[in-house]
């Protein structure tokens, strides 16, 4: 290593202050701490001082979706080939599924990648790795064949408006991947929703989701019955979890993010005490539309629990989004309160709102807006409770 | 129509389906001006309930027998045999709504701060000069255009104002919390302030899509 030391060591003078080079600063440093550990602590962020630096937080966070890319990749080579009915291999599967999932995640990096340099070398500040998670995160919430050119401004609006102009990692209020979703959910509506983006096939294919099934049935049955009903995919409760199914690139099997969500909550960055609530929050509201289900006729009422629970996005925005230090409460108290209400939320969105089948996105979204105030006012109890008591 | 769900959805509709903040962007002076405070935003947030609670049923009963077209034919059939000689059935003066409505409003707010001053004097000088201004706040008085645009019955109009205050409470204690957790953020100095208030309203109006498009 100590030839690279050298090099890193010499080509520093050029960045000094003065030099020629000194606006590029930040990307020298990154260039630096990348390669080389550095004996710098940290000056701000999401956590107390402890190994697991930032660094190496948003690190973990990368690893654990890593399996999630995989299988996605797999996912999308899978239903392609039973599509048009070809035999095949789980290794053709894999490699004709990167070859939509490569250049989702290049263009991402390079789009998160462009804004955070420039905010770094304006703004003067270190680039954060930060940006690394949010566009790891981007793809996998994407459909397979999502035009690369919204996906780029999608990105970007996320990485600018979502984080950099709150200062960067650690201060931002919403979650940076979930603005960009949204942005490019309500900007760019007919790629990103509807029945024909989420498996990739012959011309005229289209792959529904398990969720836009019950939305809009032809004739009124019960959830459990019109999943039956498909032929073209195995929405059987076992399928589900195991995640031979249309959606997006990260979302469908649930035990590699049940996996993710372990190993995030053993290195303690991610809340188990949100993803408990929020699975409690979505089997009460879910439960409770199940007895109400016989007044209605909306097909939605009648899914399970358990199905609410693997369909759709639900577990990977619990574990990997709703779940995160920075955007959620800081309370314990309140984080159970937050887990909660996302779990309330999306069954309430996903139910009654005819123009969404999906409602984790927005239900992360809007209990990040109210996050701050669930943690004001449970700071403000404690601090009446110890008046009261030490008075 | 009529009845307890009517009047539920109707209050659904106006809290978070129809936000009068986070989907019309009514009254956002206010809205970006007190929400400095948590406990100011409190303040402001309740006062706009009540005015709106009280002023929407009282602008329908003068829209409903004074202005409206028609609304005078009741001074053809006085009692004791008195009549005016002119025909009012055909009478319209719904043109003067803006104007009688903001005098209506502008009363009830004064009476607000009367209340206020006497009883919650901290509240009171929080609020300052923002508490005279709700009388121009657009908010209130889309209230009362609403309710005329919509053909409410009264008890349909008071729900609905109430339902409309508790959307602007619930919106402006929400941007009040969020820019209290903002305070030690690194913002970009030309954003602070009511730059980052417009940006973060933009952002809250997006998350509070996920009610746009429900049917009740």
């Known amino acids: 290593m100590n030839f690279l030391k050298k090099i890193l060591a010499e080509s520093g003078k050029l960045f000094e202050e003065g030099k020629p080079l000194s606006f590029a600063y930040p990307l020298w440093e990154a260039t630096d701490t990348i390669l080389l550990s550095t004996n710098s602590q940290n000056k701000s962020g999401p956590h107390i001082r402890d190994n697991m630096d930032i660094k190496r937080t948003m690190f973990f966070v990368v690893i654990a979706l890593i399996p999630c890319y995989l299988f996605g990749a797999y996912n999308i080579g899978y239903l392609h080939s039973a599509a048009m009915g070809v035999p095949s291999s789980i290794l053709s599967d894999f490699i004709l599924g990167m070859t939509y999932v490569l250049p989702i995640l290049i263009v991402t990096f390079i789009a998160g990648a462009i804004c955070e340099i420039t905010f770094a070398v304006i703004r003067k500040h270190e680039i954060n790795e930060g940006f690394l998670v949010s566009c790891a995160l981007i793809p996998l919430t994407m459909p397979p064949d999502i035009p690369l050119w919204q996906l780029f401004m999608g990105t970007c609006f996320g990485i600018i408006i979502g984080k950099e102009i709150f200062g960067g990692v650690g201060t931002n209020v919403f979650n940076p991947a979930l603005t960009a979703r949204a942005f490019m959910y309500f900007a760019f509506p007919t790629k990103i929703s509807g029945e024909k983006v989420w498996a990739v096939g012959p011309d005229g294919y289209t792959g529904a989701t398990a969720l836009s099934i019950p939305a809009n049935p032809t004739e009124y049955d019960t959830a459990t019955n019109l999943f039956n009903q498909v032929t073209q995919f195995d929405f059987s409760t076992l399928n589900l979890f195991w995640g031979l199914i249309p959606g997006s690139i990260g979302e469908t099997n649930k035990l590699l993010i049940l996996l993710g969500g372990l190993f995030l909550i053993y290195c303690g960055i991610a809340s188990w005490r949100i993803m408990i609530a929020s699975v409690l929050g979505l089997v009460f509201t879910a439960g409770l539309f199940n007895l109400l289900a016989d007044y209605s006729t909306n097909a939605m009422l009648t899914i399970t629990p358990l199905q609410h629970i693997l369909i759709g996005s639900f577990l990977f925005g619990t574990v990997f989004m709703a779940s995160e230090p920075v955007t959620s409460t800081h309370t314990n108290k309140g984080r159970w309160i937050y887990g909660f209400m996302i779990g309330l939320l999306t069954v309430i969105i996903r139910s009654v709102n005819p123009a969404y089948p999906e409602g984790v996105m927005l239900a992360i979204l809007i209990m990040n807006m109210f996050a701050p105030l669930i943690d004001y006012y449970i700071v403000k109890s404690n601090i009446n409770m110890r008046l009261s008591r030490n008075a | ?216």
């Open chain 2, 1 to 216: 129509m009529g009845g307890f769900e009517d009047y539920l959805s109707i209050f659904t509709k106006a809290v978070f389906i129809e936000n009068i903040v986070l989907a019309y962007f009514l009254g956002l002076c206010s809205f970006l001006a007190i929400s400095k405070s948590i406990d100011a935003s409190v303040g402001i947030g309740m006062a706009v309930v009540v005015v709106l609670t009280i002023t929407a049923p009282i602008n329908w009963f003068i829209y409903e027998f004074l202005l409206a077209k028609g609304a005078l034919v009741w001074l053809n059939h006085l009692p004791y045999g008195l009549s005016l000689s002119y025909d009012f059935s055909n009478t319209d003066l719904s043109f003067l709504k803006l104007i009688v409505f903001i005098s209506v409003i502008a009363a009830m707010v004064q009476l607000v701060e009367m209340f206020m001053e006497r009883f919650s004097q901290s509240l009171y000088n929080s609020l300052g000069i923002f508490l005279p201004l709700i009388a121009v706040n657009c908010s209130i008085l889309g209230g009362s255009l609403f309710m005329v645009e919509r053909e409410y019955d009264v008890t349909q109009t008071i729900v609905y104002g109430f339902g409309s205050g508790v959307g602007f409470f619930l919106a402006i204690v929400a941007l009040a919390s969020v820019r209290y957790r903002l305070r030690y953020s690194n913002i970009p100095p030309r954003l602070r302030g009511v730059g980052m208030a417009m940006l973060l309203t933009g952002l809250l109006s997006m998350a509070f899509m996920a009610f746009s498009g429900i049917d009740l």
